[in-house]
């Protein structure tokens, strides 16, 4: 008893997450087959693992995470390398900085989603519109992020390399760049969320397969279970990317202090 | 060196001021897109692909806005929406501060609590607009529940942050003197986490505002975002525009009010709040 007891002290707070959700799980099973038992208002977990199994062996999980991860990949990459490119000339030039930023404010701040019926009548159904969708959503905490990380790096490393005769080109490479990298990082995995949200958004709107195309259709036939099929997908997949970016910036810039 | 010699500026100082420049390119880029659009209603192409069906001018725009704002329209749709993001975002708060309080004073429910929050603060919530809507029906009750959901973790989190961020000598020293555990709460743990809490909120303003927009688009009967899809799904871009632009300047406003408050609450943070404004956004 007591051996047990040690290893649940000494992992209390992975003994206790698995617990926590293991008990949810169960308070969630219990309410749908004791309180409340009509499918339409109310699926336990059970059912969703059903509908889970019944979607993924008819092969339409496949087909749905397919095309919102082309959608994802495609608008995110793109987003990313342009973020960075203009966060860098906002950075290093004064006059690009005054130039784009009131519209970086603007369109960071707007709901970009809105647009998305217009990108929809404007692309079509199809891909392009999503990707656009995607890429706008993606591109903007890259951006800021790139430009605040490159003009709060410490000035006293910049005149260190300058005064030992270092190259404007060093000074970026191995000053600016470096000094930046943690919160070009933390940029990066505030995207992944922007444009998950932008992804399935613009699926709400029209398309014909994908994540959210999957939970409006299905929750448009009352096939709640089936809807939070998707709701679930999305919960791992996000928590997965904010992980292993995570991971990879603890990786990239150990010396940098996490906020949480 | 191309002159040594010091020349009067042509432009005066007061015009070159980055604010100044700042209003030039928004100016400009007005213009560029009003002119751009001009020129391809000359193209045969504009015809062709119905371009007026999916993008309107700026002069279109505000041509519709005033339309719509003496038919009233657009006041009833800013209310609808004013009020599902009103209620749903003071329940955030209120409900936000308390958990994440809770949270970073007691370890245990902490433990118990944290892959809840941490797996859905990674969720997009939004998705769970449509299953809101199949569970509660329409009107403005399940569009403020999206709206919370959307809101309330950024919150959570920042005010867990907060507290625990608490600077463990000033609290020894109040309890040194002979400070009471509820003074050390309001004189040192309140104060000290105001800003960290603020900040979440901040965050939280973007995400209710598209929370509010995606809720409406699924069941509402009035609000800017039914109103965006409502006239989108009718090939009419001036007043999708419209309700853009009026979500962006609430957006940017209670942005900026926000960040006054913060100065307000906490004057000392400002510096560091000014630096981080720009788009730096804390977890």
């Given amino acids: 008893m007591s051996a047990i007891g040690t290893i649940y002290r000494s992992h209390e707070k992975k003994f206790d997450a698995v617990i926590s959700v293991i008990l949810g799980l169960i308070i969630w099973q219990m309410i749908d087959s004791l ?169 709400f709107f029209g398309a014909r397969a994908g994540i959210g195309y999957l939970i409006t259709a299905a929750s448009e036939a009352f096939r709640t279970a089936e809807a939070l099929v998707g709701v679930v997908l999305l919960a791992i997949g996000g928590y997965a990317t904010f992980e292993v970016l995570k991971y990879i910036e603890r990786r990239i810039a150990p010396w940098y202090e996490h906020r949480v | 060196m191309k002159s040594v010699a010091k020349r009067d500026p042509l432009i005066p100082a007061w ?13 400009a880029g007005l213009a560029i897109w009003q002119l751009a659009y001009q020129g391809l209603t000359w193209t045969h192409y504009f015809k062709a692909y119905a371009i007026n069906h999916f993008l309107s001018s700026p002069l279109q725009v505000i041509q519709s806005f005033g339309e719509l704002y003496q038919s009233g329209e657009l006041l009833r749709h800013s209310y609808f929406s004013l009020l599902e993001f009103v209620y749903g975002f003071l329940l955030a708060i209120g409900v936000g501060i308390l958990v994440g309080f809770i949270m970073a004073t007691s370890k245990k429910i902490n433990y118990y609590l944290d892959p809840w929050v941490s797996c859905l603060y990674a969720t997009p919530l939004v998705a ?86 995606v809720a409406e688009l699924f069941g509402a009967e009035a609000g800017l975002g039914f109103m965006v899809y409502f006239y989108s799904q009718r090939f009419l871009p001036g007043p999708v525009f419209v309700a853009i632009v009026v979500l962006v300047v609430f957006g940017i406003l209670s942005f900026l009010a926000l960040e006054k408050i913060q100065g307000w609450l906490s004057p000392w943070y400002a510096y560091r709040l000014r630096r981080e404004a720009h788009g730096m956004e804390l977890e």
Avoid at chain 2, 16 to 22: E, N, P, W
């Fill in chain 2, 128 to 213: 769970l607009a449509p299953v809101i809507m199949v569970w509660f029906g329409l009107g403005i009750f399940p569009n403020s529940l999206v709206v919370f959901l959307g809101a309330v973790f950024p919150i959570l989190l920042n005010t867990y942050t907060g507290i625990k961020s608490v600077r463990e000598n000033l609290i020894d020293v109040v309890r040194a003197f002979g400070g009471s555990p509820s003074q050390v709460f309001f004189k040192v743990m309140i104060p000290d986490a105001t800003p960290t809490i603020i900040t979440g909120i901040r965050l939280a303003v973007g995400r209710a505002v598209i929370s509010v927009v």
């Fill in chain 1, 35 to 203: 309180f409340i038992r009509n499918p339409l208002v109310l699926v336990g977990p059970s059912r969703v693992a059903q509908s889970f199994m019944n979607l993924f062996s008819r092969g339409l999980l496949a087909r749905h995470v397919y095309a919102t991860f082309v959608e994802f990949i495609l608008g995110y990459l793109v987003g990313v390398v342009t973020g960075f490119g203009l966060g860098v000339a906002m950075a290093l030039s004064r006059r690009a900085k005054e130039i784009l930023n009131p519209w970086v404010t603007i369109w960071y701040n707007a709901p970009i989603i809105l647009l998305a019926p217009l990108f929809i009548t404007a692309f079509g159904l199809g891909l392009v519109s999503k990707v656009v969708i995607v890429f706008i959503a993606a591109v903007f905490p890259v951006l800021f992020n790139t430009y605040t990380g490159m003009t709060t790096v410490d000035g006293r490393l910049v005149e260190a390399v300058r005064a030992f005769g270092g190259t404007p080109r060093q000074i970026f490479f191995k000053v600016t760049l470096p000094g930046a990298l943690p919160l070009i990082m933390t940029g990066l995995r505030l995207s992944v969320g922007r444009a998950l949200v932008g992804a399935i958004v613009s699926e």
């Fill in chain 2, 15 to 27: 015009l070159r001021s980055s604010r100044v420049i700042g209003a030039y390119s928004v100016i």
